[in-house]
């Protein structure tokens, strides 16, 4: 089922679309050393080996997981050899397993056009390729396969006589379908596979129409069908927030772990866990935000299912931390007050004046400097004439608030009391100008 044109591939519609890089490089045959950087299963080698046959070069196949420096010299000495008239594609797969020096074996034939270097990799090439090498190459990045994309793909194999399944004879119900779909992830090549077992499995009872049952028992897992993009989806999310607000740490894992066994991208739930760190404990637990951070960062190095942990850890510590919506609250009113109140200009006292003329007309007239002031502060007003007193952050009783709370309470008192004082001359006219 591998494809042998572009229109035949499934997904990358950014590359290979009407106006895709990759397909008008080809069209003009004028195609670069490229990366391939994605998952597995959308199509890496496919393309590299399309580019081969429609820009008419030979193509040579090389992985990279076990070979070394020897066998990169003999490889480009056949691909010199092979070339000729013709132009050459050599296919590295997992181009990052090689170290430097390996890389660097490549440098002289790409630099004199001998090949054009087609590299396949998972990881992130910014990091794995040296500089030399990734500077004379194009890095094109490939998505995972969409669920309709994976639809597509399945019910072609489905059907195909020739190359597919078609001669078997077998059907799948579309819950069955949707299944495969969902335990692909995104994986071309995991999708086929599947399906090739499910069709197997039921060949073997002498039945034509496969069920979700038939997909379970095939693939040996149990599926929990969940649209990524439709009503199961929000309707998880949303138990996973509410749990959290809750303080209910087995639940939150619960339904945590219940979104990625359906086949939700972790990195999904880790920036929601960090909207919930902004949103829902706020500054009851400053440290929160950058827990977040340091679990969804950990995930991207570990990946799953080791990664998934990480996750968890973050789904208990968020469920049994303080909360308070003490910024979110002010985040929305200082919304509100900025859409419904003047643009008022910025009070003098607060302008900066590098310029004489800009210290003439009035520019930081009546900025005292806060450090120099008993308490650190200096009693300025720093809100335009129609907010000014409002407060918008209300720390709340929980967490570190409760602290915050004293000092927000003890920085009014210093500033009302700098103002009685004198120490700062910040008038309502300072305004004006």
Known sequence: M????????????ALIGPRGFLRRAIEADRVPSIVFWGPPGTGKTTLARIVATQTASMFVPFSAVSSGIKEIREVMSRAERLGGERGVVVFVDEIHRFNRAQQDAFLPYVERGDIVLIGATTENPSFELNRALLSRCRVLMLEPLSSADLESLLERALTDREVGLGASGVE????????????????ARRALGQLELVVADAERDDRSLVTMSDVTRAVQKKVLLYDKSGDEHFQQISALHKSLRESDPDAA????????EAGEDPRYVARRMLRFAAEDIGTADPGAVGRAVAAWQGYERLGSPEGDLLLVQLAIDFALAPKSI?????????????????????PMSLRNAPTELMKNVGFGSGYAYAPNVAGGVAGLECLPQAVRGTKFFKPSGEGAEVALAKRVSELDRLRAEARRLGQSTSDAGSDVG
């Open 2 to 13: 591998r494809p042998a044109a572009l229109d035949q591939v499934a997904g990358q519609a």
């Open 172 to 187: 799948l119900d579309a819950e069955a379908l949707q299944a495969l779909v969902q335990l692909s992830s995104g994986d």
């Open 253 to 260: 894992a619960y339904w945590l772990l219940r979104m990625i």
């Open 326 to 346: 003490a910024v979110y609250r002010a985040e929305k009113e200082i919304r509100a007050a900025i859409a419904e109140s003047p643009a008022e200009p910025v």
